[in-house]
């Protein structure tokens, strides 16, 4: 399976982003759409964090505290694609930001997409 994200940028504060994640390669029986998706940041000197996760039917979302009210995570499983809308962003969300498929014991990562939030 392949991850591939996309949208990062350079963005002021307050300013808005939406991150897309492109994935492919499904074998085994599976699909997109067996896969719940998540996306997870990496900030300079520190660990990696998870983001937002959209379970495999989209019914269900969760966020981390820094990110509600102002991420959303959505997923079109006709386009094998999640994404994640960022809006007021804030200095503290610089980081690189990085697509993850989960299903059981088996996860995938993409090489990620740099988001940087300044002035």
């Known amino acids: 399976v392949q991850l591939v994200e996309s949208g990062g940028g350079l963005v002021q504060p307050g300013g808005s982003l939406r991150l897309s994640c492109a994935a492919s390669?499904?074998?085994?029986?599976?699909?997109?759409?067996?896969?719940?998706m998540s996306w997870y940041r990496q900030a300079p000197g520190k660990g990696r964090e998870l983001v937002a996760t959209i379970t495999s039917a989209g019914v269900s979302r969760n966020y981390a505290d820094s990110v509600k009210g102002r991420f959303t995570i959505s997923r079109d499983n006709a386009k094998n694609t999640v994404y994640l809308l960022m809006n007021s962003l804030k200095p503290e969300d610089t980081a690189m930001y990085y697509c993850n498929a989960a299903l059981y014991r088996t996860t995938y990562w993409g090489q990620g997409t740099q988001v940087t939030v300044s002035s």
């Open positions: 390669g499904f074998t085994s029986g599976f699909t997109f759409n067996s896969y719940s």
